[in-house]
């Protein structure tokens, strides 16, 4: 069964930078396609980015060239890079795996790591 641990959130001011880690456990990771989403109060859970278990990459539009997904094979790991991290930041990011990489639709997830953007 897999497990996904998320793990980096926390305050952070406009403009900075902030790394977010998900470790997956009970499976292959390398076999997987990867994909981190958000939550922000009051709002549905939205995607954010994808990485193909070839490492090809697909990031919505609100944070294309602010963030980068990355994995770590060797460690099971996922990252998500945030750069210029904005107020309209704040959410319950959360990483999942993605079956069907077209739909990029989250299939198992994590518990989430909270990310709080404010001066």
């Known amino acids: 069964q897999v497990q996904l641990v998320e793990s980096g959130g926390r305050l952070a001011q406009p403009g900075d930078v902030l790394r977010l880690s998900c470790e997956v456990s009970g499976v292959t990771f390398s076999d997987y396609n990867m994909g981190w989403f958000r939550q922000s109060p009051g709002k549905e859970r939205a995607f954010v980015a994808a990485?193909?278990?070839?490492?090809?990459?697909y990031y919505a539009d609100s944070v294309k060239g602010r963030f980068t997904i990355a994995r770590d094979n060797s460690r099971s790991t996922v990252y998500l890079e945030m750069t210029d991290l904005k107020p309209e930041d704040t959410a319950v990011y959360y990483c999942?795996?993605?079956?069907?990489?077209?739909?990029?639709?989250?299939?198992?997830w994590g518990q989430g790591t909270q990310v709080y953007v404010s001066s």
């Open positions: 999942a795996t993605i079956i069907d990489w077209d739909s990029r639709r989250g299939d198992s």
């Open positions: 990485i193909h278990r070839s490492s090809n990459r």
